[in-house]
């Protein structure tokens, strides 16, 4: 059974920091590429940032290079979004995506 969960949202003021985790199972995590996606209240869903399966290819919007960092474990079958020098437009449901599975996202709300 392949799931994927995402964790550690939360409300956060602007210039403060959140760790996202994604935890992955039911399919090759280590060779699989793993992606963060984001929707803001009435936009579309957008791609934040994805990182290979060896962590050699990784990739960010403009909107995020330089605050967000992804990561991986893959003997934990874990990737993480740290997430740094946050603004009010960072705010929205943040999915976790491997493969076609998605992650039931995760409330990230930036305010003061």
């Known amino acids: 059974q392949v799931r994927v969960v995402d964790s550690g949202g939360g409300l956060v003021q602007p210039g403060g920091s959140l760790n996202l985790s994604c935890t992955c199972s039911g399919f090759p995590f280590s060779l699989s590429y793993i992606s963060w996606y984001r929707q803001a209240p009435g936009k579309e869903r957008e791609w934040v940032a994805e990182?290979?399966?060896?962590?050699?290819?990784?990739n960010y919007a403009d909107a995020v290079k330089g605050r967000f960092t992804i990561s991986r474990d893959n003997g934990k079958n874990i990737a993480t979004l740290q997430m740094n020098d946050l603004k009010p437009e960072d705010t929205g449901v943040y999915y976790c995506?491997?493969?076609?599975?998605w992650g039931q996202g995760t409330q990230v709300t930036v305010s003061a």
């Open positions: 990182i290979s399966g060896t962590s050699v290819l990784i």
């Open positions: 995506r491997g493969q076609n599975y």
